[in-house]
């Protein structure tokens, strides 16, 4: 099966929690909390040719580029009734987020558990760099990132836990409610991914453009996903 299939059998899949029927009574459903799942706007770094990772300690603005692409997908969002907005700490998330946020009279809130992954030493480099210049670590990582991951940073079994417990604490306080939330490539690929049943090592393949909005339906016993890497806003 082609990653292009797997994603979009998933998608298609009705995605229960473990430990819950599938012949579950409807009836006993909470409302679902929407979830509106953004990659802040366009940084200096990721407008390099190549793009330079930033992970979590380097904190820049956005760029212009990426302060239109925030209005953007502020206004695509300003129909929704958005209850809350929630956003990593880091300045290029926060910024997209109070963006989004004015729309509806709202201020972000920060969550430190939606912080971009620590990706330790290879901070700052392009990964072409990363490929000519750490190509053991570089190797090992593509081919088993739980085992070996970001080298003296985090695995992405690690971000993946504390993602998805960030963001299922905050989705049960929302039942019935639309909100957004705020965050980065590598820590949306990875909720998507663990969603989608994506096998760890391809999540990183799943598409998430600066500003593109991913939908979701949580709730506890059930979460599907709707849409990945939404853009069509950014190209008015």
Known sequence: MTFRALVHDAINF?????GSSTRRNHRNMRDPC?????RHGATDHNMLKPPRMQ??????PLAEYGRNQAAAVAEHLSNVAVSAVYSSPLRRS????????????????TVEGL?????????DRSWDDIAANDSQAYQAFREDPVAF?????????Q?????????DRLAAGHSGEHVVV????????????ELLSVPMALRRRLPQDNCSVSQVKWRPEKVSVATINATDHLAR
């Open 182 to 193: 705020v965050a980065h490539s590598v820590v949306n690929r990875l909720y998507l991914g």
């Open 159 to 167: 971000v993946t836990e504390r993602v998805v417990a960030a963001i």
């Open 115 to 123: 912080a971009e992954a620590d990706v330790g030493r290879w901070e």
């Open 149 to 157: 991951g970001y080298p003296e940073g985090e695995n992405l079994a």
């Open 55 to 60: 992970g979590r300690h380097i904190d820049q």
């Open 34 to 38: 929407h979830l509106y799942v953004v």
């Open 94 to 109: 926060f910024e997209t987020a109070t963006a989004i946020a004015a729309q509806h009279d709202l201020s972000p809130v």
């Open 14 to 18: 009705n995605h229960y929690r473990l």
